[in-house]
């Protein structure tokens, strides 16, 4: 494996521009952490980012930071955090789930790929929040998009498509990215007991509610089983449990609590977290902590669904009935995350067509690298949309020199 390690911008035209002469796929890296999901990339030479870490400016009374995106994220996370500042999107870590240990990754890699956590419902994704970037086309040339402030964008917003691309259009070099107030408090309700079906009735109620909730998650009883910490303490003896978060001012979150409580009484008796236990149990839902390669569901693969929020109950509870997997439901029910018995597919004909129905769609995040080189890891793409796709490909990256094949089997060959 050659390893090439930049050191700043002009370094990655270099290295790009040497790639596209010798027609040399480059897989980019930050840290690695993510290196598991998507297709196998064809290449043997590695483009290493991780030395582009540098803060370049952190101004907490604009709420914006500018960072190397080959900076730590638990780095920018403990900088910001000593500001009372978070990325609101709370963006996943997803180390424990895919079993590489406890990095959290790179501030490219979080944008590249756009994990964001229960948060979403009300903040928006990470691509939301990414204001400016410089970057390196698959051409070897720099250029910039978006800027500091939210309303300097003019023409296309090329930060909303490198958000999420998975390294696939352009080398992300310097960021800035939004950051907000942290909450000043953290109130979260549970419900006991409730079905999959008669859950998401609840969170949907919630969602609809005038209450601000900033995080709806279910966790079903058999799913509590392979999980530890404090999603198991709190669902002890395993009963499903319904979660609901309120942040904001003090007065303001407990009022609505109190008023959320109310309304949620058809579905049972609204019980409230404890403060200490509040934060670790989104962290828990953040992470899929239920489905960690280090618990009993370590050998499944893993599917992240995404599909609409009102269907999320019967999806996911025929999904698990007729596999025999587990899921795991966060955005309100409508995002599921799915561990299924192994398989040679990964279940992923199922998968597939159960998502079809529902107008979703389904990515492979956790299964072994021959599963993924046998599949389609991402969504496959209707004509239309594949044909666009490919067209936005070939203007920022047209010999394919960047990530090959990490989005779709048919570039790799």
Known sequence: MDILKVRDAADVEQVVRAALANEQPLEIIGHGSKRQI??????????????LNAVTSYEPNELIIT???GAPLADVLSLIDSKNQHFAFEPMNPAALLGSGSDAGTIGGMLAAGLAG???IKDGGARDHLLGAHAVSGF?????T???VVKNVTGYDLCKLLSGSWGTLAVMTEVTIKVMPRPECQRTLVLRGLDDIEAVRAMTAALGSPFDVSGVAHVPASSLRASGGALAALGAPQTALTLFRLEGITASAEHRAVSLTKMLAAFGAAETVSDDLSAPLWQAVRDVSPLAAAGRLGAWPVWRIVCPPAAGGRFGQALAHETGGEVLYDWGGGLIWAALPPAPDA???LVRQRVEAVGGHATLIRG??????SIDVFQPQQSGVAALARRVKNSFDPKHILNRGRMMREAAT
């Open 38 to 51: 998507g297709q196998p990339t064809a290449t043997n030479a590695v483009l290493d980012l991780s030395a």
């Open 146 to 148: 978006g800027g500091r």
């Open 347 to 349: 279940h992923a004909a």
């Open 67 to 69: 960072v190397g995106a």
């Open 118 to 120: 229960p948060r979403r």
């Open 140 to 144: 070897g040339d720099s250029f910039k």
């Open 368 to 373: 072994s690298e021959a599963i993924r080189q």
